[in-house]
């Protein structure tokens, strides 16, 4: 306690000491743990499923290896073959993916869903908190009569009512209300659905808002459009299940031609639900450890510094026969207390730093929602310092521990010296901090180029004044006509409207419907996996002109183009160069159900647009008229001669004249919607950006020490110098030189190791390689400038060195 008290009055004495010392530690250990906080919700914390590493999904691949143009479901058929034969399972189910909206007067809310066979809840371990589960009876061909709220939706939108339990409620496409039978216990999230992805309002991090019972249709048994998840046998491995799923599905596509082509790919379910988030956290993990090594350099060269500073009060206390160890034990109490209040500080910037985090992540990292700072982040903080601690006490405390009190008494005088050794070791840690803040800079000059790259790609389409909102009719095709064609004259009568438009698969929303066809002039595939599989669109008239997308050849939609007329399309120009090379597409025809029906002519050809992705050159792509194609739900586009937003409350007024009951939800901007597109680009960006700005602040600050040092250990060397006939100018160059190597030193080093780290940024980067050569230059010699700016201080102070006042005590 004793210890603790003389720690406690020589950091009051020193408090510019003890804050920049303690808040060097706070930024590094917040960073860290901040960061931290977002791997432990998003990808430590387990599913809330029984032993979820048993669980597998069952993806398709083809048997041949080749990249698949889009996913492939599975057949009732096959995965109720393995459900029989499999030995290595303890159960397998199958699941769909859905959407719908919860009838209401006043504006119909949307919510996503799950349809699963009788073998989902007892696969995944599911139970029900409230009410009960799906019994057999519930599981049988005919409207779906008893669904199972999620916990979240069930507070969200009934209050956490328990009364719901027994009620109906009304659901858009059901024709019978069905019964809530129970509440599902909170957290569980949707499995992935890869055939479903495109389609509007999939959020495969989301909670489950109601679960169904769904039945195999003895009719459409062969059809493939299941997912299907497995729970492997205690003692079994992915391996060993994988052999025997591929034995089954081998035998069954002798049997089926429908199935030939394909294979299972055994996928653990955590590792499927946490990629995303690892090729976003993991990258963010290794910047702020960067910046925790930063800090921990600084607070030693801080402690370092200031133990040298204090050798003459060592030399005394030992002399007046304090004991070594006591000395020792002092000295690293001071270090831990000020490491305990850099943790401290960084507990709290964690918490701090972890709210922003959230609040600029946006889409960018999965399962948001799930993330917090508690206790398990502060013991982090606290456990960090105390290490920090250890690494930036324990020189000054041996080198005190090593004293010789008779060599220091005689060599006092106004300030401590700093041998030779450890002036090298300040230089070399600073030598490393400047290493590894490049690393940060190169990171975040590589990402920055990256954003103006893509900002200078043409999209192909126009952006600026298009407001966007998914609208839909929930009450039924027999009203979908009348409704849109209302909904659109309405709305494109308003002032200030250019163009209002229905679209399926608005650019970067990733909608599109993924359908496999047969192209007039291309050869009839001969299996399943090697038909033509392409992504559909569909749209109303006056949509590309909205668009700005440019029409090559043929037509236009027309509003004649409905279910009473032949079946048209428009493809894009990357569809007419890869399966139309030397001639025109207009008249050609497309199959969807095999060349002995009806085909769609093609009537259009327009022009490129990156309509999935700006990162991504154009793919080829099909537009149907939506009037032929009548997507249940779509966006509602508009073009505006002022700001879209204002138009907000107007376009709202007319879709509820046209029917109150219409859902009307995701109002943005196309500009905002590109935005979201880039989240995990200008996320990464920004948080490797704010690491660098801290870094490169720290390792300023430890040149700035380094040098200050290093002129206060030479003040009698740089007296001497002046008393020879040295001028100011040659004392300057002495010292500037010296730090000017510290930091090209620093400098080289940085180049070498951020070509090595910036390689993991590679997923994010676009038409920008990880040794960039202008970054790796530009940052370089925008570093060296900063640098040197730093070194000014210590340089002037040296030229001011009086040489009577330096050798006084000679």
């Given at each position: 306690m004793q210890d603790l008290r003389f720690a406690v009055r020589m950091l009051r004495k020193q408090p510019g000491f003890s804050v920049i010392a303690a808040l060097t530690l706070a930024l590094g250990i917040g960073a860290t743990a901040a960061v931290f906080s977002l791997i432990q919700g998003v990808l430590l914390t387990p599913p809330p499923y029984e032993k979820p590493d048993q669980l597998m999904l069952i993806p398709a691949k083809r048997v041949d290896g080749k990249k698949m143009d889009s996913p492939r479901d599975w057949a009732a058929q096959q995965w109720l073959e393995w459900q029989k034969d499999g030995k290595s399972f303890q159960g397998i189910a199958a699941y769909l993916w859905t959407f719908n909206f919860l009838i209401r007067d006043d504006g119909s809310q949307s919510m996503q869903g799950m349809f699963v066979t009788k073998d989902y809840p007892r696969v995944m371990g599911l139970k029900p908190m409230m009410g009960r589960g799906f019994q057999d009876s519930d599981f049988s061909n005919g409207p779906v009569k008893a669904i199972v709220l999620g916990y979240e939706f069930w507070q969200r939108t009934f209050g956490g009512d328990p009364q719901i339990i027994g009620k109906t409620v009304r659901i858009s496409r059901w024709d019978t209300p069905p019964t809530v039978i129970g509440v599902m216990a909170p957290g569980a999230r949707f499995l992935p659905s890869p055939g479903d992805a495109k389609e509007p309002n999939y959020d495969v991090n989301a909670t489950v808002d109601f679960w169904a019972p769904a039945y195999p249709d003895p009719k459409s048994i062969k059809e493939a459009y299941w997912d299907v998840v497995a729970r492997l046998k205690d003692g079994v491995t992915a391996q060993q299940a994988q052999q025997e799923l591929t034995v089954l599905a081998a035998n069954e596509a002798q049997g089926e031609k429908k199935f030939e082509g394909f294979t299972p790919q055994l996928e653990p379910l955590t590792d499927e639900m946490n990629q995303d988030g690892k090729r976003i956290l993991l990258p963010l993990l290794g910047a702020s450890a960067l910046v925790l090594l930063i800090a921990c350099g600084n607070a030693a060269a801080l402690l370092l510094v200031r133990g040298l500073q204090r050798q003459q009060e060592y030399g005394v206390r030992i002399a007046m026969g304090m004991g070594r160890m006591a000395l020792l034990r002092k000295v690293m109490t001071e270090s831990l207390l000020l490491a305990l209040i850099g943790g401290a500080l960084g507990g709290g910037l964690a918490v701090g730093a972890v709210k922003l985090f959230k609040a600029i992540a946006g889409h960018a990292v999965p399962r948001l929602d799930g993330v917090t700072a508690g206790w398990q982040v502060l013991g982090l903080g606290l456990g960090v310092a105390v290490l920090a601690a250890f690494v930036a006490g324990v020189i000054p405390a041996l080198r005190a521990f090593r004293l010789d009190p008779m060599e220091v008494l005689k060599s006092a005088g106004p300030k401590g010296t700093a041998g030779t050794g450890e002036r090298r070791l300040l230089q070399g840690v600073t030598v490393l901090q400047t290493a590894l803040t490049?690393?940060?800079?190169?990171?975040?000059?590589?990402?920055?180029?990256?954003?103006?790259?893509?900002?200078?790609?043409?999209?192909?389409?126009?952006?600026?004044?298009?407001?966007?909102?998914?609208?839909?009719?929930?009450?039924?095709?027999?009203?979908?006509?009348?409704?849109?064609?209302?909904?659109?004259?309405?709305?494109?009568?308003?002032?200030?409207?250019?163009?209002?438009?229905?679209?399926?698969?608005?650019?970067?929303?990733?909608?599109?419907?993924?359908?496999?066809?047969?192209?007039?002039?291309?050869?009839?595939?001969?299996?399943?996996?090697?038909?033509?599989?392409?992504?559909?669109?569909?749209?109303?008239?006056?949509?590309?002109?909205?668009?700005?997308?440019?029409?090559?050849?043929?037509?236009?939609?027309?509003?004649?183009?409905?279910?009473?007329?032949?079946?048209?399309?428009?493809?894009?120009?990357?569809?007419?160069?890869?399966?139309?090379?030397?001639?025109?597409?207009?008249?050609?025809?497309?199959?969807?159900?095999?060349?002995?029906?009806?085909?769609?002519?093609i009537v259009g050809e327009i022009a490129n647009g990156r309509t999935d992705d700006l990162t991504q050159a154009?793919?080829?792509?099909?537009?149907?008229?939506?009037?032929?194609?009548?997507?249940?739900?779509?966006?509602?586009?508009?073009?505006?001669?002022?700001?879209?937003?204002?138009?907000?409350?107007?376009?709202?007024?007319?879709?509820?004249?046209?029917?109150?009951?219409?859902?009307?939800?995701?109002?943005?901007?196309?500009?905002?919607?590109?935005?979201?597109?880039?989240?995990?680009?200008?996320?990464?960006?920004?948080?490797?950006?704010?690491?660098?700005?801290?870094?490169?602040?720290?390792?300023?600050?430890?040149?700035?020490?380094?040098?200050?040092?290093?002129?206060?250990?030479?003040?009698?060397?740089?007296?001497?110098?002046?008393?020879?006939?040295?001028?100011?100018?040659?004392?300057?160059?002495?010292?500037?030189?010296?730090?000017?190597?510290?930091?090209?030193?620093?400098?080289?080093?940085?180049?070498?190791?951020?070509?090595?780290?910036?390689?993991?940024?590679?997923?994010?980067?676009?038409?920008?390689?990880?040794?960039?050569?202008?970054?790796?230059?530009?940052?370089?010699?925008?570093?060296?400038g900063v640098g040197l700016l730093a070194c000014w201080a210590p340089v002037r102070r040296a030229s001011t060195v009086d040489p009577l006042e330096a050798l006084r005590y000679e």
């Open positions: 490049l690393a940060l800079l190169v990171g975040a000059g590589l990402l920055i180029r990256t954003m103006v790259k893509i900002a200078e790609v043409p999209s192909g389409y126009s952006m600026g004044r298009i407001l966007t909102m998914s609208v839909t009719d929930v009450q039924g095709y027999s009203t979908w006509g009348n409704f849109h064609r209302q909904a659109l004259q309405r709305v494109q009568a308003l002032p200030g409207v250019q163009y209002a438009a229905f679209a399926w698969g608005v650019p970067l929303t990733g909608n599109n419907w993924p359908a496999t066809m047969e192209v007039e002039g291309q050869p009839p595939a001969m299996k399943e996996s090697d038909k033509i599989a392409l992504p559909m669109r569909a749209a109303t008239p006056d949509y590309f002109k909205l668009m700005g997308i440019a029409s090559i050849d043929g037509r236009e939609f027309r509003d004649t183009d409905d279910n009473k007329a032949p079946n048209v399309a428009i493809v894009n120009k990357a569809f007419v160069d890869r399966y139309f090379p030397n001639g025109s597409a207009v008249g050609r025809k497309l199959w969807f159900n095999g060349r002995d029906k009806p085909g769609i002519e154009a793919l080829p792509e099909v537009y149907l008229p939506l009037w032929q194609a009548t997507a249940f739900s779509k966006h509602l586009v508009i073009r505006t001669a002022a700001d879209p937003r204002t138009m907000v409350a107007q376009v709202e007024r007319e879709l509820r004249a046209v029917d109150p009951t219409a859902a009307i939800e995701n109002v943005r901007t196309l500009e905002q919607i590109r935005d979201e597109s880039l989240s995990s680009r200008t996320f990464a960006m920004s948080l490797l950006m704010g690491f660098a700005v801290v870094g490169s602040v720290l390792t300023l600050v430890g040149i700035y020490g380094v040098l200050s040092l290093s002129v206060a250990s030479r003040r009698k060397e740089l007296a001497i110098r002046s008393a020879m006939g040295a001028q100011q100018g040659d004392i300057r160059k002495l010292i500037f030189g010296e730090g000017f190597r510290l930091i090209a030193g620093g400098v080289i080093a940085g180049v070498v190791l951020a070509i090595v780290l910036s390689r993991v940024l590679k997923s994010f980067l676009f038409e920008v390689q990880p040794n960039d050569p202008a970054t790796l230059i530009v940052v370089g010699a925008l570093f060296v």
